[in-house]
């Protein structure tokens, strides 16, 4: 369908021709992907999204974010947040907005420019799929927080430089020496170019030994990915290791 509107406010007509086609499914979208500047708030007819389980909301306000947010039930299945590309580099998503409800308990978090999740907050989400450039996550203690279930992959994108022995303190690990790698040399290779170079090692769960994340620490990002999965053969039980799936484009 081809519409043309002449002598009048594009922007604002787009919008109300969307909400209008919203409105006939009585807003029970369950995606919603919006990507706008100055969305005019003021005459949306939008009061609830209580069927949207997966979010993708591009804005350069936060005042934006937490108006689409908060209209969003608190259990959602995927987040994405992104500024705008012209604000990218210099947008910061404050704590307060992070710890909205949708986004502490959404499984499959990406937040694009600068993420202010603090170590205590990060700890507390449900999310087993994350992807976000921190500038607050410090090196103390956040890797000890409670496990989630089926959790796949955090990247952690910062120039920051971590110190290894602080990240893992307190936790059983097994470094990537030339032991391992001789062992699970087929993985190592694959996850090296896959994933990425860097200071690597093994956690291994403190409920099931034969379960292991992998912790990787290079020059633009720190990331933790399940990669150990527990298997039997033979009566025999032992780690089966591979690389991860991409989450995130």
Excluded at 8 to 27: D, G, I, L, S, T
Excluded at 31 to 36: A, F, T
Excluded at 96 to 104: N, R, S, T
């Amino acid at each position: 369908m081809k519409v043309i509107w002449n002598s009048c406010n594009y922007y604002k007509k787009a919008v109300e021709y969307a909400e209008e086609w919203m409105k006939k499914v009585r807003f029970e979208l369950k995606e919603l992907s919006v990507g706008m500047s100055k969305y005019p708030f003021e005459c949306s007819l939008i009061n609830s999204l209580t069927h949207c389980k997966e979010i993708r909301i591009g804005s350069d306000s936060l005042d934006d974010f937490r108006w689409w947010l908060q209209k969003m039930p608190e259990k959602v299945t995927s987040i994405a947040l992104f500024p705008l590309e012209s604000e990218r580099e210099k947008f910061i998503f404050s704590p307060g907005i992070l710890a909205l409800p949708q986004i502490m308990n959404s499984p499959k978090i990406y937040v694009g420019g600068k993420a202010g999740f603090p170590d205590d907050q990060l700890i507390r989400l449900k999310a087993k799929v994350m992807n976000f450039d921190c500038i607050n996550i410090t090196d103390e203690n956040w890797i000890n927080g409670k496990g989630i279930h089926d959790f796949r992959q955090l990247l952690l994108w910062s120039t920051q430089p971590r110190d290894h022995s602080i990240v893992t303190r307190g936790i059983q690990i097994r470094p990537w020496d030339e032991g391992f790698r001789q062992e699970a040399r087929g993985f190592c290779d694959d996850f090296d170019r896959c994933c990425g170079r860097g200071w690597a090692c093994q956690i291994t769960s403190k409920i099931n030994p034969f379960q292991r994340l992998t912790i990787c620490i290079n020059e633009d990002r720190t990331s933790i990915y399940a990669t150990g999965k527990r298997m039997e053969w033979g009566g025999k039980v032992y780690t089966d290791y591979s690389i991860p799936s991409t989450y995130f484009s």
